[in-house]
């Protein structure tokens, strides 16, 4: 089963950085481009990263995307409060059963 | 730019219901649409999502079998039907616009409804 992976949480202080990682297992397909959310509460999830490595107009840069092999990984720098939410990252998988595909989300903590 | 869906309610297992979800603000018949669920405390799942012109469908493995995408592009509208529910269809259903017109490797969300509340029980 091809799965997406992400630690349950992170944490940092306000005004550092913090990265989010997002491992794919078992995909086979070739191409694949991995697209980032977040979900504050309450609120609907919104895109931050889209292609690996774009961001929508709106995105601070402080939020920026990376992906090596099958690995993937979301920065975020300048840590702010407003900032605590959770991130899912996510990737359409071409292969048997077709898709789309969610990590199971990393919640980030700003103490 | 705005989706807005409806059709949520409590609903006993194995019953039926119907999901719909209108757009605004942007030009509907150029894009893909998709349904995603969250359920709290397991995350967001994709159930479903449906290429511009209809040609391509895709299920979640979990809904595959029992729920039904469709849109109407003159309407500006995509339904889910949702059939033979279980427990395990409790959520909050999320209409969701996609980047590009195909189901593809470019499929990213960047425009969500507030979502609809399905309860099964």
């Known amino acids: 089963q091809s799965v997406l992976t992400q630690p349950p949480s992170v944490s940092a202080a306000p005004g550092q950085k913090v990265a989010i990682s997002c491992s794919a297992i078992?995909?086979?397909?070739?191409?694949?481009?991995v697209s980032w959310y977040q979900e504050v509460p309450g609120s609907a999830p919104k895109l931050l990263i889209y292609?690996?490595?774009l961001r929508p107009s709106g995105i601070p840069d402080r939020f920026s995307g990376s992906k090596s092999g099958r690995s993937a990984t979301l920065d975020i720098t300048g840590l702010q409060t407003g900032d605590e939410a959770t991130y899912y990252c996510?990737?359409?998988?071409?292969?048997?059963?077709?898709?789309?595909?969610f990590g199971g989300g990393t919640k980030l903590t700003v103490l | 730019v705005k989706l807005v869906e409806s059709g949520g309610d409590l609903v006993q297992p194995g019953r039926s219901l119907r999901l719909s979800c209108v757009a605004s603000g942007f030009s509907f018949e150029d894009y893909a649409i998709h349904w995603v669920r969250e359920v709290p405390g397991k995350g967001l799942e994709w159930v479903s999502g449906?290429?511009?012109?209809?040609?391509?469908?895709g299920y979640g493995g979990s809904v595959k079998g029992r729920f039904i995408i469709s849109r109407d592009n003159a309407k500006k509208s995509v339904s889910l039907q949702l059939n033979s529910v279980t427990s395990e269809d409790t959520g909050l259903y999320f209409c969701i616009k996609d980047l590009a017109g195909e189901l593809s490797s470019l499929t990213g969300f960047d425009v969500w409804g507030q979502g609809t509340t399905v309860t099964v029980s």
């Open positions: 292609e690996d490595n």
């Open positions: 996510g990737t359409w998988y071409s292969g048997v059963n077709a898709g789309f595909r």
């Open positions: 078992n995909f086979d397909n070739g191409n694949y481009y």
């Open positions: 449906i290429s511009w012109s209809s040609e391509k469908i």
